[in-house]
């Protein structure tokens, strides 16, 4: 499959095309509508979420059931225009972005850069996701991390703001408050799992078959991931080969009874669940950064206004949705796993 859309994200909204689908699933819309209700819901969003109201209108599905190509519009509620601004914010597309582009209207290319955009992926990858259900994958995410306030177990609770373990909650809202009223931002970071995938999807050659590249790539396209882990991830460097060796049995073929590689080795899934955790960078537009203008070159402060405190819970829902587009995918192109979405 293959999706291709477009939009800004205070315009008339966004649409596109999910290509290549497999045929006869069955697709329900309210599920959709579901993931994009999660998508933009969550702690630490600014009051804009509260306009937008997020129904997509699917055409080319047969009487509910996928038959090829699907095209997707969601329309944004009317806004109005916003102001122009020349000073950019560091850490945002701004500057790279005008490089880019030619052009120093900010507005127009923080409107097409906006986070807004991953409408279009958590739409494309529902559909994916609800295909995957009926194979047996199942795809959840959790956060692990605002801000100081860090997980160290997982009891299995999930609350719904912030879709973090119930006993962690209390402080990060605490320390979104207290970001959000020194018009201050908060990143963190989130873990996706991905269970009932099969052993044997993707390649270790060459490099742009590892199933691993191909995640990491999907991961990193979201707006504010600037870090992806597979399983042990980072803490490896600090382990010895001894330690970090994964703990196998037979079962009727290999079983990994320890997970430290998140569910990949050689580029190649291996039948252990996909187990991966994303850093979520602050959001940029915040208050008290310096800056230069780019018509002046003069120093001063960062452009400003209300924005969002906390993306983390979101970018979970926009993970969740991108691994499924990423899998279905290669399960469409597998010699064995592709009878699995034979209809
Ligand atoms: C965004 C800024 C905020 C977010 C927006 C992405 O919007 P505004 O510019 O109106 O304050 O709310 O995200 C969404 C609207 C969304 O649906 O995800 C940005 O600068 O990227």
Redesign the pocket.
């Known amino acids: 499959m293959k999706v291709v859309f477009d939009g800004t994200?205070?315009g008339e909204g966004y649409s596109g095309t999910v290509c290549d689908l497999p045929e006869g699933f069955y697709i329900d819309v309210e599920g959709i509508n579901e993931e994009l209700r999660l998508r933009?819901c969550g702690y630490g969003?600014?009051n804009?979420?509260n306009t937008?109201e997020d129904k997509v209108i699917l055409s080319g599905l047969k009487n509910g059931f996928t038959a090829g190509d699907v095209t997707f519009c969601l329309p944004n509620r009317k806004h109005s225009a916003k102001p122009p601004f020349t000073a950019i914010r560091p850490n945002h597309a701004d500057w790279a972005a005008s490089v880019r582009h030619g052009t120093v209207d900010l507005r127009a290319l923080?409107e097409r850069a906006?986070?807004?955009n991953?409408?279009g992926y958590v739409i494309a990858g529902a559909i994916a996701r609800q295909i995957l259900g009926q194979t047996g994958i199942e795809i959840f995410s959790r956060t692990v991390q605002v801000g100081d306030v860090v997980a160290t177990s997982d009891n299995g609770l999930c609350e719904k703001e912030l879709r973090a373990d119930g006993s962690l909650t209390e402080e990060m809202k605490k320390r979104i408050e207290s970001a959000r009223l020194k018009g201050d931002s908060l990143g963190g970071k989130v873990r996706v799992v991905a269970t009932g995938v099969p052993a044997g999807i993707g390649d270790f050659f060459p490099y742009s078959e590892r199933i691993d590249g191909k995640i990491a790539g999907a991961m990193m396209s979201i707006?504010s991931v600037k870090a992806v882990e597979f399983g042990k991830g980072t803490e490896f460097a600090g382990m010895s080969g001894s330690e970090s060796a994964e703990k196998v049995c037979w079962d009727n073929g290999v079983k990994y009874l320890t997970n430290n590689c998140g569910g990949v080795t050689g580029g190649i899934t291996d039948g252990a669940d996909l187990d991966i955790t994303l850093t979520v960078k602050p959001v940029p537009?915040v208050k008290g950064v310096l800056s230069v203008d780019l018509i002046t070159g003069q120093q001063v402060m960062q452009m400003y206004?209300?924005?969002?405190t906390c993306v983390v819970p979101n970018v979970g829902i926009i993970a969740e949705n991108m691994l499924a587009t990423v899998l279905l995918g290669e399960i469409q192109r597998h010699p064995k796993y592709c009878k699995l979405i034979e209809r």
Do not use: N
């Not at 206004?305 to 969002?308: F, K, Q, S, V, Y």
């Open positions: 994200s205070h933009k969003r600014s804009r979420q937008e923080s906006s986070a807004r991953s409408v707006p537009t206004e209300r924005a969002d």
